[in-house]
């Protein structure tokens, strides 16, 4: 008998409802939930499928006609509260989602739990050599990459995160503190292999690839040190290759609302109109990449560049730069000392 996947009980927005319910009937569930662009928008019971066939409802219309969009669901950091929530409903599935909205497990009543497996391997390198002074006084004694989240330092939960998607090779390239960092991940037991990669003088957040030149032969991601992205790596690794990117950007939804009545004025100085706390929505750099093992045969020899830099040299060679969107919940960045607090808080640690 095949082991049902979590694949097998998400449908999408455009199917039908006669879809939705060949879905319950095969996998024996109660309940399948739908998605749009991957994530989580709502769900379809068995109850509702029988309301509707009550009132003869034509089994072609699309699920979104009977679908709930509430559906009930937890986020990876809130699955404490599973059994409160089958105790209080008659639930018989949770949907457990990251921050991207995306369906990573599902748990039933009866303790039953399917996750979404992962295979990706490839490469992963991370800037850890900036001397992180926008968190001073935490970096006057620690690198940046040592800062701890709750019980871990950052470097080491983003590590955790890729490992998590089946990654297992690691590539630290460090400057500032870099003997602090080496002992720390020297010193703890770990299922997956770290080379350092120290440079002799500041590279920039680009300029230390050259450095790994005979060493990466397959695409990886390029990440800071400082930043945590709550989405699926395989979607964003697969989008990457399938768009034959030579490199891909991962980039954040932002939404940034203005405190203040904003006035318009004419070229005369006169008042046009005021606009009660506009919002202007913007897309932002992530701080995570993933990159074209060629580019790293291509860097030049020991010259500070920034990775942004990269990237418009590399446009303008005529290559190709793609974009994967994320929603702005799934990033978070530990850049400055409020962001770091707000990082602990979503984390819950």
């Known amino acids: 008998m095949k082991v049902m996947q979590i694949e097998d009980l998400l449908i999408k927005e455009g199917s039908t409802i006669k879809e939705a319910v060949k879905r319950l009937e095969e996998k024996r569930c109660k309940v399948v939930y739908v998605v749009q662009k991957g994530k989580l928008v709502a769900s379809i019971s068995d109850g509702d499928v029988r309301r509707y066939a009550l009132k003869n409802g034509k089994m072609e219309a699309l699920v ?12 990876t950091y809130e699955k404490y509260k599973l059994d409160e929530i089958f105790e209080r409903s008659e639930i018989s599935s949770i949907p457990i989602v990251n921050y991207n909205q995306e369906v990573v497990e599902i748990v039933f009543r009866n303790g039953r739990r399917i996750q979404k497996k992962h295979h990706l391997n490839c490469p992963v390198v991370m800037m850890a050599g900036g001397k992180g002074t926008r968190l001073f006084p935490y970096t006057k004694v620690l690198p940046k990459a040592l800062i701890p989240i709750g019980e871990l330092p950052i470097s080491e939960r983003i590590i955790n995160n890729f490992v998590n998607y089946g990654c297992e090779h690691f590539y630290l390239i460090l400057n500032h503190k870099k003997k602090m960092i080496q002992a720390y991940f020297d010193a703890i037991e770990k299922p997956y292999a770290i080379e350092y990669i120290e440079e002799e003088s500041y590279l920039g957040t680009g300029g230390g690839l050259w450095l790994l030149k005979n060493k990466i032969r397959q695409d990886f991601f390029l990440v800071n040190c400082d930043i945590i992205i709550d989405a699926d790596y395989s979607e964003i690794f697969n989008y990457h290759k399938k768009n034959n990117n030579y490199i891909t950007i991962i980039a954040a939804k932002y939404k940034h609302v203005v405190p203040y009545g904003v006035i318009d004025i004419d070229e005369n100085g006169y008042y046009g109109k005021l606009t009660e706390k506009p919002e202007n929505n913007y897309i932002i750099n992530a701080g995570m990449y993933v990159v074209n093992a060629d580019l790293v045969g291509a860097m030049p020899q020991n010259e500070e560049i920034s990775f942004p830099e ?20 799934a990033y978070m960045d530990m850049g400055q000392l409020e962001e ?9 640690v």
């Open 64 to 75: 979104k006609s009977i679908a709930n969009y509430n559906p009930q669901y937890l986020l």
């Open 310 to 329: 990269v990237i418009e040299q590399c446009k303008a060679d005529g290559k190709k730069i793609g974009v994967y969107i994320i929603e702005e919940s």
């Open 340 to 348: 770091m607090e707000q990082m602990k808080n979503k984390l819950k």
